[in-house]
């Protein structure tokens, strides 16, 4: 608790955080420049090292978990007594609101598209077993002979990391799109909207999936029709985002939007 509530006053480079970043990034912090200026990944680093837990079934990562749950309440319950609030006077018909929102936005034809397309990941990845132990064989043959022309470790690092990118937003996307949908009647404040962050965010992590499948298209053409239809229905799900969320594009992230 005494590290979470004393961490921006003895962080060296806390003045350095970008307010917000965390809110609308997708999460791959192996992959982002800003890691030195995200206040989330230093506090991950600060509480872990370079190893934090990721696998949700790992017991560490539930117990981490639970952790920095019980410090957040924590710190939200002495916030609320120096306001004022008792967050013991619940009020039920905004719970009852909340919880029908949620429900309604889970079930929201757009849910159900993202859904729909994590579970063809799964499917084409099971039915490509074979697809890729092949690939593997040849790239090594190859490799070996030392082939004019071909370079097969540009291809299979290729390979690994369209894999790596699908993988890595099979989920997240409906996840965004989630938090969208439930802020997407909030009432207009005069800045920006979370529900159009998460579904920016959403959309990239579709526009790079859609870039990586395009590479296994043409890593796997046996595998032709399975692919474009995962593609096609991206596109489709894509399109329907941005439909529902016109303003999403043009939503200013912290750091990643601005100049």
């Not at 079934?57 to 710190?75: K, N, R, Y």
């Not at 937003?169 to 920006?192: N, V």
């Not at 939503?251 to 939007?257: K, L, N, T, V």
């Amino acid at each position: 608790m005494q590290m979470t509530e004393d961490f921006l006053a003895n962080y060296p480079n806390s003045e350095n955080f970008i307010p917000g970043i965390y809110n609308y990034c997708d999460r791959w912090c192996e992959r982002c420049p800003f890691t030195d200026r995200c206040m989330n990944y230093a506090m991950e680093k600060r509480r872990w090292g370079d190893n934090p837990p990721r696998d949700i079934q790992d017991p560490e990562f539930g117990d981490a978990f639970t952790e920095i749950m019980e410090e957040t309440l924590t710190l939200l319950a002495r916030m609320a007594e120096e306001m004022g609030i008792d967050l013991d006077d619940v009020d039920e018909e905004a719970l009852a609101e909340e919880n029908r929102r949620f429900e309604e936005s889970w079930q929201h034809d757009l849910m159900q598209a993202a859904n729909a397309y994590a579970e063809m990941v799964d499917q084409w990845f099971d039915d490509a077993e074979g697809d890729f132990r092949d690939k593997v064989e040849t790239l090594n043959m190859l490799l070996r002979v030392n082939a004019p022309g071909v370079d097969p470790q540009a291809e299979a690092a290729a390979l690994i990391d369209a894999v790596e990118v699908i993988r890595w937003y099979q989920f997240f996307i409906s996840a965004k799109l989630h938090r969208a949908l439930m802020g997407r009647d909030d009432p207009e404040t005069g800045y920006p909207k979370d529900a159009d962050g998460s579904a920016k965010i959403a959309l990239i992590a579709m526009d790079r999936s859609m870039a990586a499948w395009e590479r296994l298209l043409y890593a796997f053409p046996a595998r032709e029709t399975e692919t474009l239809t995962i593609l096609a229905r991206l596109q489709r799900l894509r399109a329907q985002t941005e439909a529902l969320f016109p303003n999403a594009r043009a939503f200013i992230r912290p750091g990643f939007d601005e100049t």
